[in-house]
């Protein structure tokens, strides 16, 4: 039970990072929140609605998503669109996801051999 | 329906603990994410009020949601000023009680209360002196974790250097507890011996109701010696904190010649023991009185000014230390 807890822990921490880089590539193309959530979960990117939606607020506050009211439906809903800064640091992020994940892959084969 | 739904409920309890200018945004953004996950737990077959009250359930306390929104911590004090925070109050704790508490001691002392008086004074002084102590301390970190620190700035808390490690505890500061206990102990009993006096001698049957010292030192003398005694505690504890050095020892010098100077004057002028009392012993005691009154002076000074060279010798040993190593 506690290495289960561990785990979770572990993995949680492993993919903190990379939901803020699903966001931000996702929302190259706006969508609300649940949307996202709902894409997110069938990609098998695992998010929780009370981690991602404070999450998008707060990279709307750093300037790198922006947002805007859609009220055509009944229910208004917030859109969310990926700035180009957003862009800029998904690039950068994205770059260093390869790094780290050649040099892992580099690491697992030391092993192997 | 009634006229006011859960959600309803819900969001007005958020919104109400953010600033105005944020209230709105934050109601809408609430309804359409409170509005979305219900309606996914209809598709799911469940009852819309089913849904709804599971949908809040899943969003948590409202007073946290708030706050987070806002980005106001939901702690008393936070990692930022906890350090800070803990070393100031175990440092108020440390100084200022004793200090406060020994001031109410020598105040109820002075106006003459009994002992059983005294110790309730000083134990209730010193437990509403702590919760003072820790109640404003906290109060003012608690305000300075919502105060927000201008860009770029940490607030009031230091900047940790490595000349801030603490130095190791070498085998003088145990021994330093030693003789911190020591003293401590020794002037509790000479404070309360030199106050209790007043009232007799039980053991000594001439003098079981008399007062040994003139009261007449009360009006001054008797208070000065007290405080002294206070002093030499602070000063037990300093050496204890920092080992001896220069500074202390001279410090001890003062101390020594404040104890010894009046005290031998008092005696020698014939004020300090009371002249009943002295009778009641049937001093001086035939020759004997001779010969031990100045055997007791030169015992007195001696002592004093062994113990006033012990304090240069100590202070000249751990300077050595320092520079050896």
Redesign the interface.
């Known amino acids: 039970m506690n290495t289960d807890e561990t785990t979770a822990g572990h993995l949680q921490e492993l993919r903190r990072g990379t939901v803020v880089l699903a966001c931000l590539v996702r929302l190259r193309t706006p969508d609300y929140g649940y949307a996202l959530l709902e894409s997110l979960n069938a990609l098998g990117i695992l998010v929780d609605a009370n981690t991602l939606y404070p999450l998008l607020r707060r990279l709307e506050k750093q300037g790198l998503l922006t947002s805007e009211w859609n009220t055509d439906e009944a229910r208004p809903r917030k859109f969310y669109r990926t700035s180009p800064t957003g862009v800029e640091l998904a690039d950068t992020l994205m770059t260093d996801w390869r790094r780290i994940d050649d040099a892992l892959a580099g690491l697992t084969d030391g092993d192997e051999s | 329906m009634t006229a006011n739904t859960l959600t309803d409920r819900y969001v007005w309890a958020a919104a109400r603990s953010v600033p105005e200018a944020q209230r709105d945004e934050l109601e ?2 609430l ?3 409170i ?3 219900s309606d ?1 737990l209809v598709e799911q077959g469940r009852t819309p009020a089913d849904a709804e009250h599971a949908a809040l359930t ?3 306390d409202p007073a946290a949601l708030a706050a ?2 806002v980005g106001r911590p939901l702690q008393l004090i936070g990692p930022r000023y906890f350090l800070v925070w803990w070393r100031l109050l175990k440092f108020l704790l440390a100084v200022v009680l004793p200090i406060a508490v020994a001031a109410v001691t020598l105040g109820q002392l002075l106006s003459g209360a009994d002992v059983d008086e005294v110790i309730g004074s000083a134990v209730a002084g010193a437990f509403s002196i702590a919760v003072h102590l820790g109640f404003w301390t906290t109060l003012v970190f608690a305000i300075l974790e919502r105060t927000p620190a201008a860009a770029g700035q940490r607030g009031i808390d230091l900047e940790w250097k490595p000349e801030m490690l603490p130095q190791i505890a070498e085998d003088g500061r145990t021994n330093r507890l030693v003789d911190l206990v020591a003293s401590l102990v020794l002037l509790g009993i000479f404070g309360v011996l030199l106050v209790m006096q007043q009232f007799g001698l039980p053991w000594v049957d001439a003098l079981s109701s008399m007062p040994l010292l003139d009261p007449a030192l009360w009006s001054f003398w008797l208070p000065y010696f007290l405080v002294l005694i206070v002093l030499e505690a602070a000063f037990a504890v300093a050496v204890y904190l920092r080992g001896w050095t220069w500074g202390l020892a001279g410090a001890n010098l003062v101390l020594g010649a404040a104890w010894v100077v009046p005290g031998l004057w008092l005696y020698a002028t014939g004020q300090l023991f009371n002249p009943a009392a002295l009778e009641a012993v049937g001093w001086p005691w035939g020759d004997a009185g001779e010969v031990i009154a100045p055997i007791a002076v030169v015992v007195v000074i001696a002592g004093a000014a062994w113990d006033v060279i012990e304090g240069f010798i100590k202070a000249a040993r751990s300077q050595q230390r320092i520079t050896a190593a």
């Open positions: 809408r953004e309804r359409e994410r509005g979305d996950a996914a899943a969003l948590g987070e929104y």
